[in-house]
């Protein structure tokens, strides 16, 4: 049974605390990404992968960290420093890193830090 | 760099009837493609169009892409509850490195039974 797996479902931490959201996908792609959706509002793009041990910043990269050590996962920390973390974080992967391939979503993490 | 823009925000449709939503890229597009989010769930990928002009359908839904392809519509007929969430397109940007798609806001779509 492929997929991507996120855990938890819900999260809930205390302000200046790191947190880290998980992502696995057993779907053997090459790339994975992280977005932060807020309420009403639409994907954006905070970390992306197109191979192991390669990462770059999306368009909401601060406060945020990842790493790439197995194809299979791409975990999200959450640092201290991003100023309004509460939001549902979804992780994708797709074939190819080009936007040309179609990207498959996680259930998600839904994060509230107070 | 490079915008996506739905049009309408919010989409308020009785039951049964047909509406269309639209995408508008800044930048000319390789491809497009759509998404659908429903309620507390995730984005689902529901299609992708390549060719000038192309059409395709799905059951109810009717996907265009624009001849200068900067632009797409999704066309829904005889709404059904079902087919409540919010539709998202999204482009690949060329400005940035990797090529990674670039989402639009979304259509929210409310049924009235």
């Known amino acids: 049974d492929g997929g991507i797996t996120q855990s938890p479902k819900y999260l809930f931490r205390k302000e200046g605390q790191n947190v880290t959201l998980s992502c696995e996908q057993n779907l053997n792609h090459d790339a994975m990404y992280w977005y932060r959706q807020d309420p009403g509002q639409g994907l954006r793009l905070i970390y992306y992968?197109?191979?192991?041990?390669?990462?770059q910043k999306g368009d909401i990269a601060e406060g945020y960290s990842v790493s790439r050590e197995k194809k299979e996962s791409f975990p999200l920390t959450v640092t201290s420093a991003q100023k309004n973390p509460t939001a549902f974080y979804l992780c994708?992967?797709?074939?190819?890193?080009?936007?040309?391939?179609?990207?498959?979503f996680g259930p998600g993490t839904r994060l509230t830090v107070t | 760099g490079q915008q996506v823009m739905q049009i309408p925000q919010y989409q308020h449709v009785q039951e049964g009837e047909d509406f269309t939503t639209y995408c508008n890229s800044s930048t000319t597009l390789s491809n497009i493609q759509w998404y659908k989010q429903r309620p507390g769930g995730h984005p689902v990928f529901l299609i992708q169009?390549?060719?000038?002009?192309e059409v395709k359908k799905q059951k109810r839904l009717t996907f265009q892409f624009g001849e200068a392809k900067k632009n797409s519509s999704l066309h829904i007929t005889a709404t059904q509850t079902t087919d409540v969430g919010t539709y998202f397109c999204a482009g690949p940007n060329y400005k940035a490195a990797g090529n990674k798609l670039t989402f639009g806001g979304g259509t929210r779509v409310l049924v009235k039974p």
């Open positions: 169009l390549v060719k000038s002009g």
């Open positions: 994708a992967s797709s074939i190819g890193g080009q936007g040309t391939y179609e990207q498959y």
């Open positions: 992968s197109q191979i192991v041990n390669d990462f």
